[in-house]
């Protein structure tokens, strides 16, 4: 980002089962001004199968939308098959079919990751998505003086109770995210 360059942007997540806290997060974030982006890392609905609760959340996060628009990625309460994928797909139509995508601004190229694929080895992220990811990191848009961001629903290397759990290849993404300087990245899942 070029000096004296100044913005900001909201990340939120795991709003699922807590929209008037997260109504309150909103009011919070906006009132700090308008930021150059909105985005939330996932589990926005309470499982994949309650895909009535999709148009509420569209509604609190509306605000977000008008300020500055609104970027999302699948998590593993919003997505479980490819159904479910269709229907994050059918409330947010920007998000492509495998759920994974770029987007970039004046000074950032965001890079959003999808943990939740439903073709891919359990708690591992395809080699498809593995290439495209080392594509995007190695592009002209990631240069040209941008600040390159990731975001993923689940992190690399958890903490909490799912410890346990982390991503079979996490090594190499993390070393792939490290290789090409990737110095911020935002997940969800840990609440």
Known sequence: VPDQTLFHFNVFGDSRDGNSIYEHLIIIALAAGKPAFNVHVGDRISSPDNYEQWPSFKTISEPLADAGGFWCLPG???????????????????????????????????????????????????EIQFNWLEQQLKSEQAGKNRFVIVYIHRPLFPQNHHKSSPFMDNEAIHQLLLTYGVKLIFAGHEH
């Open 76 to 126: 593993n309460h919003d997505v479980s098959d490819e159904s479910s994928l269709s229907r994050l797909r059918d409330a947010y139509p920007s998000v492509p079919p495998e759920g994974y995508y770029t987007l970039g601004t004046s000074y950032t190229l965001n890079i959003f990751l999808n943990s939740e694929e439903v073709d891919s080895q359990s708690n591992a992220m395809s």
